[in-house]
């Protein structure tokens, strides 16, 4: 009998790491392949499979051509600079916009909250004449705010922060006020700190998404040395003009290896904090 | 320090649903004044009132002298302790409890001085650095009246503080409360659904039910002098023991009345305002009840069940005729009675009390 529970457990745990190996190599094989021809000094065996699995003659050649044959680091800048006002703008927005659809009550709150949502379930795409219109009334064509500003009020975002913000206790928010605060200081002193994990969660989703943006900044940014590197990578090195396919492999590994590092710094507050929210 | 008086204070949520209904109500100064009822009776609805954190739809709040009701909570002079105790989590102990000063723009110093006397006197010194997860509930609770004490309040608001707590604990909390306030001498409202804790905490009890209040008085003249049939049923371990019966005469200073079967039973109260016929309540006290010794006359009843508590022995027993199982508290030492046993029993006249058929006490004549 323990012989055969013991074996069952075994087929049973075989079965779970099968399943989950075969996911694992089904995400992470394009990025494999992108780093082992990126790692490839020489390109010949790119499109033979397997054995492009498996770099030849390995070396950074064109790892190092990325920086000398395109401004890799000014595009690195650019991203950066982006990613960052983008996580600044959705939370300072969602917050300010998650407190008062969560806990005050005014005429018109729910109408609002649908409206908001429904703007989710249009295409980005649907915005971009629009938007392209108002930035250039705005004057920020060409500019790091014009390419970014669009995405601050993110209709994910309220939503996140007015479940969070529901989820605290009633009792917290009223001890706060018979303590004297304001509504703007119970907001920033209790409410934002005890959601924190939420609020992480949100900056590192905003953050991957920024990073990954290609359509709208390629569309309102106009001059090379401010496009990020999701652009930039695409326009130096695809296209008629395109000089190796290994470079464009090396690059793309570049592009990615910011936000994995990030993401695996930062994944545990993510979990966490998609834990009460989306659940 | 302050009184509280309310005056007609009213809630009502929409024009239908009305949870208080008009309270009358004045505390004095240093008073420790109990809120209790059964849930949803509005006793918490009323403390919120008086905190600032509900709005007062009719009627006068007045804290010290002056009209509080558009004052905003922070500057009423209370400080409240909530149920879930409600301390910042993201905050040390030390921050939890000088949150209020800091608000306020107390200098460093004066905060320190505060939180270290407040600290001081809930032992609560060693904790200051913690965060409010590394502490027991028992620890919290502390640190949530530490918050009230810091801020020097006119009256402390309790909403039900100890119900999270286990029992000893509870008990612990309770005493160290008493003397909290005997320390403090502030004004002190307390919400709470056990009538343990008002009876022991209290130097008056409000008793309230469907936000209407029932009896302000002190714990002892509450329990044995109940107003009415809600009071009595509602304060007492077990509960008052409640007959139906008939009353079929008043004589000088006693009522006569009949429970069914013919059994008649003498109270000492004054019912010369009810006629003789009338559906009145008999209430006894199950530590009232005497079991008849040999020669006495008694009421035959059949013992249904007996727990033995060690001090004091809780017989339920059953009169034929009466619906209702009626529990007797008596002295440990019964310790042989049990199930099915046939016993007598009486009814002192002056410790019965009869209520007429809307429910209010007759006046004892003893």
Redesign the interface.
């Known amino acids: 009998m323990a012989m055969g529970r013991n074996s069952r457990r075994i087929m049973g745990l075989t079965g779970h790491y099968a399943g989950l190996i075969a996911f694992a190599i089904f995400t992470a094989f394009p990025l494999w392949w992108a780093a082992s021809v990126g790692l490839s000094t020489n390109p010949e065996n790119m499109y033979s499979f397997p054995r492009s699995f498996w770099p030849t003659e390995p070396g950074l050649l064109w790892f190092a051509k990325v920086f000398t044959d395109m401004p890799f680091l000014t595009y690195l800048k650019n991203s950066t600079i982006m990613a960052v006002m983008t996580v600044v703008g959705v939370v300072i927005v969602s917050v300010l916009a998650g407190y008062p659809l969560a806990r005050l009550k005014f005429v018109g709150s729910k109408t609002i909250f649908v409206i908001i949502i429904l703007t989710m379930m249009l295409p980005s795409e649907v915005a971009m004449i629009p938007n392209f219109i108002t930035m250039k009334h705005l004057h920020l064509i060409n500019e790091y705010l014009g390419a970014t500003v669009i995405n601050f009020s993110a209709a994910f975002g309220i939503f996140l922060m007015k479940q969070a913000f529901e989820m605290v206790?009633q009792?917290?928010i009223?001890?706060?006020?018979?303590?004297?605060?304001t509504e703007m200081?119970i907001l920033w002193r209790?409410m934002v700190?005890?959601s924190?994990p939420s609020i992480a969660a949100l900056g590192i989703f905003t953050l991957v998404n920024a990073w990954n943006d290609y359509l709208w900044p390629s569309i309102i940014l106009t001059s090379r040395e401010k496009l990020p590197l999701a652009v930039g990578v695409f326009n130096d090195l695809t296209g008629p003009f395109a000089t190796s396919d290994s470079m464009v492999m090396a690059a793309i590994v570049m592009t990615v290896i910011p936000v994995l590092v990030f993401f695996a710094f930062t994944q545990r507050y993510f979990v966490s904090g998609m834990d009460g929210a989306v659940k | 320090m302050a009184s509280v008086t309310l005056k007609g204070i009213k809630k009502s949520y929409t024009k239908d649903v009305t949870v208080i209904k008009g309270v009358d109500l004045q505390i004095k100064d240093g008073e420790f004044v109990v809120f209790v009822g059964p849930s949803g009776c509005g006793k918490s609805t009323l403390l919120?009132m008086i905190?600032?954190?509900e709005d007062i739809t009719e009627g006068e709040l007045m804290i010290g002298d002056a009209l509080a009701n558009d004052v905003h909570?922070?500057?009423r002079g209370?400080?409240?302790v909530?149920?879930?105790?409600?301390l910042?989590?993201?905050m040390s102990v030390y921050d939890n409890m000088a949150?209020?000063l800091k608000?306020?723009g107390a200098d460093k110093a004066e905060i320190d001085k505060r939180v270290q006397r407040a600290a001081e006197i809930l032992q609560i010194t060693h904790l200051l650095e913690r965060k409010p997860k590394a502490l027991s509930g028992g620890q919290r609770q502390r640190v949530a009246i530490g918050?009230a004490i810091v801020?020097e309040p006119q009256v402390f608001l309790f909403d039900e503080p100890l119900s999270n707590l286990d029992a000893s604990l509870r008990l612990n909390m309770r005493v160290e409360l008493s003397k909290l306030h005997a320390d403090l001498k502030t004004t002190m409202i307390y919400v709470t659904h056990d009538q343990v804790e008002a009876m022991t905490l209290a130097d008056r009890i409000v008793v309230f039910n469907a936000g209407v209040v029932q009896q302000v008085g002190s714990p002892l003249e509450m329990y044995e002098n109940p107003a009415n049939l809600f009071v009595a049923g509602f304060l007492g371990s077990p509960k008052m023991n409640l007959l139906e019966a008939q009353l079929v005469g008043v004589e000088n200073g006693l009522a006569v009345v009949r429970l069914p079967k013919g059994i008649t039973v003498r109270a000492a109260v004054d019912a010369s305002r009810a006629t003789a016929g009338s559906k009145v309540t008999l209430g006894v006290r199950p530590e009232h009840i005497q079991l008849a010794t040999e020669g006495d006359v008694g009421i035959p009843a059949r013992v249904d069940l007996v727990e033995h508590l060690g001090d004091i022995v809780l017989a339920y027993v059953e009169i034929p005729g009466v619906n209702d199982i009626l529990a007797v508290k008596l002295p440990g030492h019964y310790t042989n009675l049990k199930r099915g046993d046939a016993v007598r029993l009486v009814f002192p006249e002056t410790s019965a009390l009869v209520f007429d058929e809307a429910g209010l006490a007759f006046k004892r004549t003893v």
């Open positions: 206790p009792d917290l009223d001890a706060a006020r018979v303590d004297g605060a200081q209790i700190p005890v924190a | 919120r905190a600032g954190l909570a922070s500057k209370i400080a409240m909530f149920q879930s105790y409600a910042y989590p993201h949150f209020s608000l306020a918050r801020r």
